[in-house]
């Protein structure tokens, strides 16, 4: 996409281009490409609670 639309994050809440949703052969995803990574390192240390510990920690910050 060349224009600068983009969304939030489903998971830190932070507005991107939408080019930051393009990623493993895929577009239009829910997570921004750092929260992506995040997750899979949680996931990779943790397991799927640690997983979503970390998504739910995260949207906590944001949805105050």
């Known amino acids: 996409m060349a224009d600068n639309s983009?969304?939030?994050?489903?998971?830190?809440g932070d507005w991107h281009l939408h080019s930051e949703y393009e990623y493993g052969n895929r577009v239009n995803r829910s997570y921004c490409?750092?929260?992506n990574?995040?997750?899979?390192?949680?996931y990779a240390n943790g397991g799927v609670i640690a997983a979503q510990s970390y998504r739910e920690?995260?949207?906590a910050a944001w949805k105050k």
Do not use: D, F, N, Y
């Open 37 to 42: 990574r995040e997750e899979r390192t949680a």
């Open 6 to 12: 983009g969304k939030t994050c489903a998971i830190c």
């Open 57 to 59: 920690q995260k949207r």
């Open 33 to 35: 490409l750092k929260c």
